[in-house]
């Protein structure tokens, strides 16, 4: 039935609910906060294409200022706040970085975006305990993410769990075998918990396929160290610091075993 009441009466409410969900109503006083958290239409796309153009042109700061209103408008909105968290990132602000992606982890329906770079951050920032949960969170989300397992298993290994974290290498492993440095650590632990034959099968078989990759050469010395055939463990070692002069762990180790650090 065509009732021209309805017709006409229909796009107006469409359109007093657009106006009440995005913008001012202007029955009511807002306190001159509460004012600026509402922003029209158009608004919203002048800021997003501001924003937008600052970062094309590579003016990251510039474009904060933008997001940053859209963000104080919108507070709960996911993509404001994993652009600002880039940003703020990208323009060396890893403590506020951190703060962005906490905010987008609790508010955004794929959270696992923020990871591992949250704990990253964290670690950078010399938050060691912070950076842990953050990892122990990330895999928790997604428990066969491989990135996950990884930054988890370090993190479990650099707090003296090792057992728990050579269970989750081996999980990691299992589901993605060519995973390097998975393979890599997985062998680090087996070195570390004696498991020392274990440990160069499989190192050999990562160097045979990444020869020149510095970890692996560094697991490769401490398995050698262990074996006794300290000549083939300065061998690797010595590779190792050429690549990496600057790599603390190769240096110490490649001392250790009397190799040349200069």
Not at 59 to 66: G, N, T
Not at 139 to 156: G, K, Q
Not at 157 to 175: D, I
């Amino acid at each position: 039935m065509d009732v021209p009441f309805i017709r006409f009466a229909y796009p107006l409410l469409i359109l007093w609910i657009f106006w009440k969900m995005f913008a001012v109503d202007p029955w009511v006083e807002l306190t001159e906060e509460e004012a600026k958290r509402y922003l029209s239409v158009d608004t919203i796309q002048e800021l997003i294409h501001e924003a937008r153009v600052h970062t094309e042109k590579g003016r990251l700061k510039e474009a904060l200022v933008p997001l940053r209103r859209l963000h104080q408008a919108n507070p709960d909105n996911a993509i404001y706040l994993r652009q600002i968290a880039k940003l703020e990132e990208d323009t060396g602000n890893p403590k506020e970085a951190v703060r962005m992606w906490k905010l987008f982890m609790q508010h955004s329906p794929t959270p696992i975006e923020a990871c591992p770079q949250v704990g990253m951050l964290q670690e950078q920032l010399g938050d060691r305990k912070g950076a842990f949960e953050s990892y122990e969170q990330c895999w928790t989300i997604e428990p066969d993410n491989s990135d996950s397992i990884l930054f988890y298993a370090h993190a479990m290994e650099l707090t003296g769990q090792s057992q728990k974290a050579l269970e989750l290498y081996e999980k990691g492993v299992k589901r993605v075998p060519e995973y390097t440095d998975l393979q890599i650590g997985l062998a680090r632990m087996q070195a570390k918990l004696g498991q020392t034959k274990a440990a160069q099968a499989r190192i050999e078989q990562v160097l045979q396929k990444r020869p020149q990759n510095v970890d692996a050469l560094l697991v490769a010395g401490m398995v050698y160290s262990d074996l006794g055939e300290l000549e083939t463990a300065r061998k690797h070692l010595q590779f190792a610091h050429e690549r990496s002069p600057d790599y603390g762990d190769v240096t110490r180790l490649l001392a250790k075993v009397g190799g040349d650090v200069r």
